[in-house]
């Protein structure tokens, strides 16, 4: 087994960064919400329902619209109030990808579709602790296209601004 | 090439044969040009996991707060899951690049992962080193391989299986039944 230590690779690339990495620490990012993660959101990204919430033992499913402008498209979940621990795939998309991860007091479940994709994909989490899980079906519009507004969901997860 | 061709000119094919397999390699291995996954969900779940450990490694040697001790822990704890990763990884490239190819790629997903650190700046300590809570907030190490699944660390520059072909059909891994705490 390659050694499984700090002195392996690229350690001259991760010396070019460690100077500026004061005050970073373990739990720092509980109820933060960084730069980073409001950047880069898809222009046209709906959701329904508008609010999800899910419980343990079962499954929720969520249908999701977005354009391919190369932004994600966010589900926002969260437990009693807070983020969940982690997420896990059980399902993967077939034309896209999945981010799941801490943004403020919820989990964000972002979905990327692939450049230049649009149709329909569909993936589930689970997430933990616990095990609900939540199932996605997702409809992915051109960019520039003129596909009318999904009429009964609303806006979400929606970006401050774009990279 | 026959015997009868003079040494100039073979030297010049052999120089354009050359400069054909670098481009050639570089449009397999090159980050940007590299296929978005790859067409075994076992594989892809090794680059992942792959991924996953740079990025954990980045944290550790850029934040201070004893991350160290928790790379470690983190190491000991997958170790199994770390090793079959990294023997798959190394697996795919002797199939596809050779050894080689599988240094290029480990050095690029270390730069890969260190430049998107730099790019968060101040907030990259603060901001990633959840990732530590979140790995070992697992049920177990059969979950490693569904948790790296969705951190998306093989974007920005970076691909898995480069060259490797198109998105699994079957692309349906299922997570482990983890019980509650």
């Known amino acids: 087994m390659r050694k499984q230590t700090l002195n392996g690779l690229g350690m001259a690339a991760l010396l070019l960064i460690a100077g500026c990495a004061e005050g970073g620490g373990l739990g720092g990012g509980a109820n933060r919400t960084f730069y980073a993660d409001l950047q880069g959101g898809a222009k046209d990204c709906t959701t329904t329902p508008t609010r999800v919430s899910l419980s343990n033992g079962s499954s929720t499913d969520v249908a999701t619209s977005v354009t391919n402008d190369g932004g994600w498209c966010g589900i926002s979940v969260s437990r009693f109030a807070g983020p969940y621990s982690a997420g896990l795939m059980v399902q993967r998309p077939s034309n896209g990808k999945v981010y799941v991860h801490t943004v403020g007091s919820a989990t964000r479940v972002d979905y990327t579709p692939d450049p230049g994709f649009r149709g329909t994909d569909a993936f589930a989490v689970k997430l933990i602790p616990g095990d609900a899980t939540m199932k996605v079906a997702v409809t992915v519009k051109p960019a520039g296209g003129a596909a009318p507004p999904a009429s009964s969901s609303t806006t979400a997860a929606k970006p401050a601004a774009k990279k | ?181």
């Open chain 2, 1 to 181: 090439m026959s015997d009868d061709t003079p040494p100039a000119n073979r030297a010049a094919r052999r120089a354009g044969r050359t400069a054909g397999l670098l481009a050639a390699a570089l449009l397999a291995f090159g980050p940007g040009v590299a296929a978005a996954r790859c067409a075994s969900v076992a594989d892809q779940q090794n680059f992942e996991v792959e991924a996953l450990k740079t990025e954990l490694m980045v944290v550790a040697t850029t934040c201070k707060g004893g991350i160290e001790d928790k790379y470690n822990a983190f190491v000991r704890r997958y170790q199994p899951q770390l090793l079959a990763a990294n023997q798959g990884v190394s697996s795919y490239y002797a199939r596809r690049g050779g050894a080689r190819a599988n240094d290029f790629f480990i050095t690029e997903l270390a730069n890969v992962r260190s430049n998107q650190a730099r790019a968060l700046g101040s907030d990259f300590c603060a901001r990633n080193s959840a990732l530590y809570d979140e790995v070992m907030s697992l049920s177990g190490p059969q979950d490693l391989g569904p948790y790296a699944a969705t951190k998306d660390l093989l974007s920005s520059g970076i691909a898995a299986c480069p060259s490797g072909g198109s998105a699994p059909t079957t692309a349906t891994r299922t997570a482990s039944k983890s019980k509650r705490k």
